[in-house]
């Protein structure tokens, strides 16, 4: 009997253990830091196969009354709970970054960013990945909160033309968006290649 008390007391104390963890890991998150998710239906598919990466979509976290909250643009440029985002994901699977030097995030950099987040919300989603601010996709609504606020390019940016689009699934996708006016030369920055960049970790 002694026995089983002390393995009980043992797994209760594990579990306990591990919500604390859980719990000290989600609240471990920054103002600034970056989430990766991925989506391979649809849109997902043709982007991983553009961008020979498996990360589809990317969001921005601001704390908010001491709870992580994702800015992300989607239909419509959208904030959600960080459970909410990462519940977007394939099993949900995400992973964060952020930018190794915090000192730039200071508290000004960081109100600066916010205060433009939230002034974007409700706008549309970017179907066409035009580089103009009338509408945003994804990770160019990070980007340019980084860029606009730090002058940083979290992400090197590159014409469509430099992107693989000879999948059968991609040129579908561009045709429905395009046309016969494909834009090769239009800047584009993809989640695969902010998640490579040298400023973050």
């Known amino acids: 009997m002694r026995k089983l ?10 579990v306990l253990l591990s919500g604390f963890i859980l719990h ?7 103002n600034g830091d ?60 995400y992973v964060v970054k952020r930018l190794k030097d915090q000192t730039l995030l200071t508290p000004v950099v960081i109100n600066k960013m916010l205060e433009q987040a939230k002034k ?32 940083l390019e979290v992400g090197k940016l590159r014409p469509l033309k430099d992107f693989d689009l000879t ?5 579908e996708i561009m045709e429905e968006r395009y046309g016969k006016k494909i834009p090769y030369d239009e800047k584009m920055i993809s989640p695969g290649d902010m998640y490579a960049s040298d400023l973050l970790e």
């Open 167 to 171: 999948h059968p699934a991609v040129k």
């Open 34 to 93: 970056i989430v990766f998710i991925i989506n391979a239906g649809g849109q997902g598919k043709a982007v991983q196969l553009a961008t020979k990466s498996k990360f589809t979509h990317v969001g921005i976290v601001f704390i908010e009354n001491g709870k992580p909250m994702v800015y992300h643009a989607i239909e419509p440029v959208s904030k959600d709970s960080f459970d909410e985002f990462i519940a977007m994901s394939t099993n949900k699977q």
């Open 120 to 151: 974007q919300l409700g706008m549309h989603y970017d179907i066409g990945f035009n580089w103009s601010d009338e509408e945003l996709y994804c990770s160019e609504y990070v980007w340019k909160l980084y860029n606009k606020a730090l002058n």
């Open 24 to 30: 000290r890991s989600n609240t471990g998150l920054k």
């Open 5 to 14: 008390i002390v393995i009980y007391t043992g797994l209760l104390f594990f």
